[in-house]
């Protein structure tokens, strides 16, 4: 079992157009780092510095991390972790 | 065909008045959707209002759990993102420097419908503007609204 991640079009450039890609780790911060040693470049998509980009969500099995402890939040084998851009403008 | 070649958007009247609707009614804030069609088909079929969750005259955001309820269920009908749109209620229908640095989806017609100067009351047609946004650039396309039965009834 792995952490199942499923990655928006515009960051399949970093999985060679996979939709969902594997990962581990005991927190969504440490799944994003494991995920970066494949797929470099993908981490700083989502994340910028300690935090989540404000106009990326990070869903851990359909909840937003923002409510759940952000890069801190508890993940495990068998979790679907989703990333989707915000859809946003002015 | 390129991926993101400027084209045609090609909208049914019924979708397009619907988004001329919803602009009307949330003026003064922003109104926003999107129209969902088959996967690879570009041809947007189903109109899906959302929420602004900004609620703002000069700023529009999904919500973020409607946000996933979207993609899930985009998923389980093999479908995706044709048009994005959204209103303008003070400016013209065109990209602002936000819309710019925030559009994410290289794949969608970016709309834009303006209800500035009180058009939001009127019953005139609402002019309704489309754009490519890709890293940055944005492209301006031609739209052809259609009848139900395909015939061309203007631009």
């Known amino acids: 079992m792995a952490i199942e991640v499923k990655v928006p079009t515009i960051l399949r450039t970093y999985t060679a157009g996979e939709k969902a890609v594997s990962g581990a780790g005991g927190t ?20 910028d510095g300690e935090d989540l980009r404000r106009f990326v969500n990070v869903y851990v099995n359909d909840e937003d991390v923002r409510f759940t402890g952000g890069l801190g939040t508890d993940v495990k084998d068998g979790d679907t972790v989703v990333i989707l851009p915000a859809v946003a403008g002015g | 065909m390129p991926p993101y070649a400027a084209g045609v958007l090609t909208l049914d009247q019924a979708i397009y008045a619907a988004i001329v609707a919803h602009a009307r009614r949330d003026h003064p804030d922003e109104a926003c959707g999107v129209v969902a069609g088959p996967a690879g088909s570009d041809r947007p079929q189903r109109f899906i209002p959302m929420l602004n969750a900004a609620m703002s005259p000069t ?70 503007r489309s754009y490519r946004i890709v890293d940055g650039e944005v492209r301006e396309e031609d739209v052809c609204i259609v009848a139900s039965d395909d015939t061309a009834v203007g631009e």
């Open chain 1, 28 to 47: 969504l911060g440490e799944v994003l780092d494991d995920l970066e040693t494949r797929h470099a470049g993908i981490k700083g998509r989502v994340v």
């Open chain 2, 59 to 128: 700023f529009y955001e999904f919500d973020s759990t409607e946000l996933l309820r979207l993609y899930q269920d985009l998923d389980a009908h093999d479908e995706e993102l044709v048009v994005i749109y959204h209103s303008h209620t003070a400016t013209e229908a065109y990209p602002s420097r936000t819309d710019i640095t925030l559009a994410q989806e290289p794949g969608a017609h970016y709309v834009l419908v303006s209800t500035r100067d009180g058009a939001h009351r009127g019953a005139e047609p609402l002019p309704l």
